[in-house]
């Protein structure tokens, strides 16, 4: 059974910095792309960033862009997003979520994309 668990949230000063992890579990992470999704209340849910099954492919939204670089070690089962310059907007529940198996080496910010999901973890920008 595929499980995904979201850690690392937590309230940080705009400016501050973040590191989100997402421990994967009942799957091999290799064959799997990565994304990251979040949702603020009274908001739709927003893709945020993604990594193909083989690391190659990154995308961004376009709002975090140059911010927020996503990683995975698959040795550790685990994918993280560095966040920083944390700005109040980007406040909202984040959700990791996998897409596979799957070979491709570019992946899109799509929730539809993705079938299994995590449980989310809250990050909080406030001064």
């Known amino acids: 059974q595929l499980q995904l668990v979201e850690s690392g949230g937590g309230l940080v000063q705009p400016g501050g910095s973040l590191r989100l992890s997402c421990a994967v579990s009942?799957?091999?992470?290799?064959?799997?792309?990565i994304g990251w999704f979040r949702q603020a209340p009274g908001k739709e849910r927003e893709g945020v960033s993604c990594?193909?099954?083989?690391?190659?492919?990154?995308n961004y939204a376009d709002s975090v862009k140059g911010r927020f670089t996503i990683s995975r070690d698959n040795a550790k089962n685990t994918v993280y997003l560095q966040m920083n310059s944390l700005k109040p907007e980007d406040t909202a529940v984040y959700y990791c979520a996998a897409d596979g198996p799957t070979i491709a080496t570019m992946c899109k910010v799509d929730y539809r994309g993705f079938g299994s999901w995590g449980q989310g973890t809250q990050v909080a920008v406030s001064s």
């Open positions: 990594i193909s099954s083989n690391g190659g492919g990154t």
């Open positions: 009942g799957f091999t992470l290799d064959y799997y792309a």
